[in-house]
């Protein structure tokens, strides 16, 4: 099974700064990798598939970049309805899936 | 617009079984895979099941392999999730979600808005 590792489990950021998110995969999953934002009380939203791609409707203020083993989520000048947890995934593994433990950005 | 709606939730005995069904609309349902992915109070995702879009093949996470069974009924837009032999640790709000595009190695661009299942004696 690949495992998915996020760092840091929490981010404090204010508001304009940027945030930046690790995510590392146990293998080479190349770019079948993506991010998902995921807000209280509501289910997870793509933002990032494979590995740089936004999602329709995703700001441009979302960035994604790596391959291989490593990467990372960059969101440039946080507003305040980015404070949300974070989660990569996996889908190198068909038909295996894995997420990562996700990451909390706060302010 | 695309919509995904679970239902079949609720509180349920531990051994006892619960079937969940997610049913789809706005797009072609019978051509894209679908999955179940939960996540228990307070924790993270955990994917549990997929079924390609014509029924031909699913595949189960080991925490649900052998108890959960996933089908489908592409003339009702709609997959359920079977499941049997419910545990304490299966309490978690359930997810159906579809493939990004028809075929393999895809991630989940929509997602239901999850349903609820608590498993206490």
């Known amino acids: 099974e690949i495992v998915m590792t996020q760092s840091p489990a929490t981010l404090s950021v204010s508001p304009g700064e940027r945030a930046t998110l690790s995510c590392r995969s146990s293998?080479?999953?190349?770019?079948?990798f993506a991010w998902y934002q995921q807000k209280p009380g509501q289910a997870p939203r793509l933002l990032i598939y494979?590995?740089?791609t936004r999602a329709t409707g995703v700001p441009a203020r979302f960035s994604g970049s790596g391959s291989g083993t490593d990467f990372t989520l960059t969101i440039s000048s946080l507003q305040s309805e980015d404070f949300a947890v974070y989660y990569c995934?996996?889908?190198?593994?068909?038909?295996?899936?894995?997420f990562g433990q996700g990451t909390k950005l706060e302010i | 617009q695309v919509q995904l709606v679970e239902s079949g939730g609720g509180v349920v005995q531990p051994g006892r079984s619960l079937r969940l069904s997610c049913e789809g609309s706005?797009?072609?349902?019978?051509?894209?895979?679908m999955h179940w992915v939960r996540q228990a109070p307070g924790k993270g995702l955990e994917w549990v099941a997929l079924?390609?879009?014509?029924?031909?093949?699913?595949h189960y996470a080991d925490s649900v392999k052998g108890r959960f069974t996933i089908s489908r009924d592409n003339s009702k837009n709609t997959v359920y999730l079977q499941m049997n032999s419910l545990r304490v640790e299966d309490t978690a709000v359930y997810y159906c979600?579809?493939?990004?595009?028809?075929?393999?190695?895809?991630?989940?661009?929509?997602w239901g808005q999850g349903i609820l299942v608590t498993v206490s004696s």
């Open positions: 494979g590995a740089s």
């Open positions: 079924m390609t879009y014509d029924g031909g093949f699913e």
């Open positions: 979600a579809k493939d990004q595009w028809s075929g393999s190695y895809y991630p989940f661009d929509h």
């Open positions: 706005g797009f072609t349902f019978s051509t894209y895979g």
């Open positions: 995934q996996q889908y190198s593994d068909w038909p295996m899936y894995t």
């Open positions: 293998q080479n999953i190349r770019s079948n």
